[in-house]
């Protein structure tokens, strides 16, 4: 028997059809963030492993529905996306494989009813997203879009009683603030050929560069400062989440220290990279993800 088989057995799934909808999830979520599903795999008890696979899989078919082609597709995609959620929510239902997993989950976990809702009401800000004219605009980007996506799997793991769940809370909205600001230094090379960058034009200025400047490859030693600038700033946020482990129940706590690991060493790799990141994205050395993952199982 396979650990994904004993996995789907600890956590109650048992209709086959299910089994099948989790099946799906888990091929998904392998394909989007290998290296997370491994840590999770690893680091898990086996009873939360399908319940965090639904929620990641429902996270990401959002995020693809709402970034990828123009605009009215996408605003036409994700409009009918959320009517097909929520009528799965009214009704506990769905054709959809995706969203059968995750109301089974949903039934085993009912408190992340209130994440998807929120979720689902601020979602569309990243329909908006073209860019950040300030830091203060970034900020607002993180509690409308990146703190409510990044909860439907944080919620899962974290406390159920309402004060430790603020204070959960508050840590994650620390950790995403470091980690959506290294995603977006690191996909500069993707997210110039889409038009934008995610660096606030104030930021750009502070170093004498704008988009076009990125665009054109004309940055020089400029941009080495810019990436040097905005990888601290993520490891700052990063570092000072380092009680978001201490704040998750136990069967969480060793993949969210797993996780909080490989985005400083992803900082590192960054920082290592420097202006190269306008050909491609830094990726963690696989040695040191790997010995990440050995100290923490």
């Known amino acids: 028997m396979s650990a994904w088989t004993k996995s789907l057995d600890a956590a109650g799934v048992r209709e086959p059809g299910v089994r099948r909808d989790y099946d799906a999830q888990r091929r998904l979520v392998r394909r989007y963030r290998r290296t997370a599903y491994l840590a999770a795999r690893l680091l898990l008890p086996r009873h939360l492993l399908p319940h965090v696979v639904a929620a990641t899989a429902l996270m990401h078919h959002g995020d693809n529905l709402l970034d990828t082609g123009p605009r009215p597709r996408r605003e036409a995609a994700w409009a009918a996306w959320e009517r097909q959620v929520r009528e799965a929510l009214r009704t506990g239902t769905s054709e959809d494989p995706l969203l059968r997993a995750f109301l089974h989950t949903l039934s085993a976990r009912p408190r992340?009813?209130?994440?998807?809702?929120?979720?689902?009401?601020?979602?569309?800000?990243?329909?908006?997203?073209?860019?950040?004219?300030?830091?203060?605009?970034?900020?607002?980007?993180?509690?409308?879009y990146s703190l409510p996506a990044f909860l439907l799997v944080a919620d899962l793991l974290g406390p159920g009683q309402e004060a430790e769940a603020r204070a959960h809370r508050a840590a994650c909205r620390t950790f995403i603030d470091g980690s959506q600001r290294l995603d977006f230094v690191n996909d500069l090379a993707e997210d110039l050929r889409e038009g934008h960058v995610g660096i606030p034009a104030e930021t750009l200025r502070r170093y004498a560069l704008s988009v076009a400047d990125l665009a054109a490859g004309t940055a020089g030693g400029a941009l080495d400062a810019l990436v040097a600038d905005q990888a601290g700033a993520a490891r700052a946020s990063l570092l000072d989440a380092r009680e978001l482990p201490a704040l998750t129940p136990a069967p969480g706590r060793r993949l969210v220290r797993a996780l909080l690991d490989i985005e400083l060493l992803t900082v590192d790799a960054v920082l290592a990279r420097g202006a190269k990141v306008l050909h491609g994205s830094a990726r963690p050395p696989l040695a040191g993800t790997l010995r990440v993952l050995a100290r923490r199982g």
């Open 112 to 144: 992340l009813r209130g994440t998807v809702e929120t979720y689902l009401s601020t979602a569309a800000a990243e329909l908006d997203f073209t860019g950040f004219a300030t830091e203060a605009d970034y900020q607002a980007y993180l509690d409308a």
